[in-house]
């Protein structure tokens, strides 16, 4: 019961074949120059031979992407506080420290967050897949760990030093057997407003009677949380536009448009779960951007206009069947 009400700790302490777990950690510098995006993570495959820890890196700068695949063994976790090790990289919600160094890429240092903004939930709906976090046949469960937050520290890349020092960051994770059937992912927190940000998912959800269309939007705005979820039943609705796509979601009096800004050139394709098995893609940019406009429109009221850079788009899957 301790990783249901706390959904950001280690799932699989009791698991040994088709599971995975990964923290998603997206951080960027002040300046919206150098981005990453961290994933570790563990696999357990059908087989023994499949299974193994691994950290993913996405260079937004570079557009480059590697995969470092470790020994089962080299994982570690600590589920008192949500902390997990990989080798010798260490990470949490308060902090990470980065030691990789092979032929193929360099990252050392260590990062402070600070100013840690969190999905509000509650014991009947603990993080942010609510009271589905009590439902044990999921496919994959998702968990935003960290709306928003700021950095202190630096990080040295491929022989550079980037001070990512009142940059932002933004964590979430995911864990189960599989990603879903079709899915797309849209998240900011570098707007003009340093403290509003928002991340949507919108995934094709397994069920025993049939499958449904779930997702969860979460937006901050100063000391303000705003949600569109399957759970609080808000409606959406999903148009493409070439590589792009626009979402509006309502909820009562509530009006939120999302419209993504993407080169196809800097999407690369990550590693992503079957059965455990790292074996499927995802199709990801960190180079995006999303319009955002929330609106009360019983005032006709805009309460929030603003383009987020730096913006993590993600299609998977079959996901042209959400349109429309």
Not at 252 to 269: A, D, G, I, Q, V
Request: with cysteine; aromatic share 16%; net charge positive.
């Amino acid at each position: 019961m301790k990783e249901i009400f706390n959904p950001n700790l280690y799932h699989g302490k009791h698991k040994s074949k088709n599971f995975f777990e990964g923290w998603y950690y997206k951080i960027v510098d002040k300046k919206n120059n150098y981005k990453l995006a961290i994933i570790p993570g563990i696999s357990y495959g059908n087989s023994h031979d499949e299974h193994h820890s691994f950290i993913q890196i996405f260079n937004g700068k570079d557009i480059k992407f590697d995969y470092l695949s470790y020994d089962v063994e080299d994982f570690k976790y600590n589920n008192n506080k949500f902390r997990i090790c990989i080798n010798s990289n260490i990470f949490s919600l308060e902090n990470i420290n980065i030691s990789i160094n092979n032929k193929y890429i360099n990252i050392n240092g260590n990062m402070i967050f600070k100013n840690i903004v969190k999905w509000p939930d509650s014991i009947i709906n603990p993080g942010s897949m609510g009271f589905y976090n009590y439902l044990r046949f999921m496919e994959c469960y998702s968990q935003v760990c960290v709306m928003n937050g700021s950095i202190v520290g630096e990080l040295n890349i491929n022989g550079i030093n980037v001070d990512f020092t009142g940059g932002k960051v933004y964590i979430e994770k995911n864990w189960g057997s599989s990603f879903p059937k079709s899915w797309i992912w849209i998240q900011s927190n570098f707007f003009k407003n340093r403290k509003a940000s928002v991340t949507c998912s919108v995934a094709t959800i397994p069920f025993p009677i049939r499958d449904f269309t779930g997702f969860l939007i979460g937006v901050t705005l100063e000391n303000q949380f705003y949600s569109f979820t399957t759970i609080n039943h808000s409606k959406i609705n999903i148009s493409s536009l070439g590589d792009d796509v626009i979402l509006t979601a309502t909820k009562k009096n509530l009006k939120l448009t999302l419209r993504t800004y993407s080169n196809p050139e800097y999407f690369l394709t990550l590693k992503a779960p079957n059965n455990g098995s790292m074996t499927a893609s995802v199709k990801e940019t960190i180079n995006g951007k999303v319009y955002m406009l929330l609106e009360d429109t019983s005032l006709n009221k805009v309460i929030f206009e603003d383009t987020g850079f730096s913006a993590g788009i993600e299609y998977g899957g079959d996901f042209e069947k959400f349109f429309n």
